[in-house]
């Protein structure tokens, strides 16, 4: 569900609509991040405890695991429009550390959603990037079609000949 409406939000009007629901719908995930991260804290919960029977905390922990994967999802499909509004925001990038966190020591990601844990990481420098780091949403093209360069093959470049028009003699408008 999260991931449609991401995908929504790219195809949403021009882009200073979108930057404006970007800027909304980050506000209110880190909102929700700070509320589930106070939760959490005051009941003395962290991340490798035995699962927990209080419905508070468990709501708490699905809102921090939920929020993280959208960000995740937003600032990898959305990098100019998230980097926008989070790249000026100290408390944001700081709440997003503590989440990330919680999310890796909690090992609840597994496969494509542990994957794109680390690739957001690496986005917004909460890790080292690798070497190879590629954001794989990151352009116009879409990640099925992107071929890697290595495999495009050059094409030659050719002088392109020029068909030359026969010019010969016009008619003048007054003669129409």
Same mark, same amino acid.
């Given at each position: 569900?999260?991931?449609?409406?991401?995908?929504?939000?790219?195809?949403?009007?021009? *882009?200073?609509? *979108?930057?404006? =629901? !970007?800027?909304?719908? =980050?506000? *209110?995930?880190?909102?929700?991040? $700070?509320?589930?991260? *106070? @939760?959490?804290?005051?009941?003395?919960?962290?991340? /490798?405890?035995?699962? &927990?029977?209080?419905?508070?905390?468990?709501?708490?922990?699905? %809102? +921090?695991?939920?929020?993280?994967? =959208?960000? /995740?999802?937003? +600032?990898?499909?959305?990098? %100019?429009? +998230? $980097?926008?509004?989070?790249?000026?925001?100290?408390?944001?990038?700081?709440?997003?550390?503590?989440?990330? /966190?919680?999310? @890796?020591?909690?090992?609840?990601?597994?496969?494509?959603?542990?994957?794109?844990? @680390?690739?957001?990481?690496?986005? !917004?420098?909460?890790? &080292?990037?690798?070497?190879?780091?590629? @954001?794989?949403?990151?352009?116009?093209?879409? &990640? %099925?079609? %992107?071929?890697?360069?290595?495999? +495009?093959?050059?094409?030659?470049?050719?002088?392109?000949?020029?068909?030359?028009?026969?010019? /010969?003699?016009?008619?003048?408008?007054?003669? =129409?």
């Amino acid at each position: 569900m999260q991931l449609s409406a991401v995908k929504s939000m790219q195809r949403f009007g021009n *882009q200073e609509a *979108q930057f404006k =629901l !970007v800027n909304v719908m =980050l506000t *209110q995930l880190f909102k929700n991040l $700070h509320d589930a991260r *106070q @939760n959490l804290t005051m009941w003395g919960f962290l991340p /490798g405890d035995e699962f &927990p029977q209080n419905e508070t905390i468990r709501e708490s922990m699905s %809102k +921090v695991f939920e929020n993280t994967a =959208l960000f /995740g999802d937003m +600032v990898l499909r959305m990098p %100019k429009a +998230v $980097h926008e509004f989070y790249d000026r925001n100290r408390e944001w990038q700081l709440l997003l550390a503590w989440s990330y /966190g919680f999310c @890796n020591q909690s090992q609840v990601f597994e496969g494509s959603g542990e994957t794109l844990l @680390n690739l957001m990481g690496q986005e !917004v420098n909460l890790v &080292p990037k690798s070497a190879d780091f590629v @954001n794989p949403y990151e352009g116009d093209v879409d &990640p %099925k079609e %992107k071929v890697p360069v290595s495999i +495009v093959p050059k094409k030659a470049t050719k002088e392109k000949e020029r068909k030359k028009i026969p010019r /010969g003699p016009r008619m003048s408008r007054t003669e =129409l």
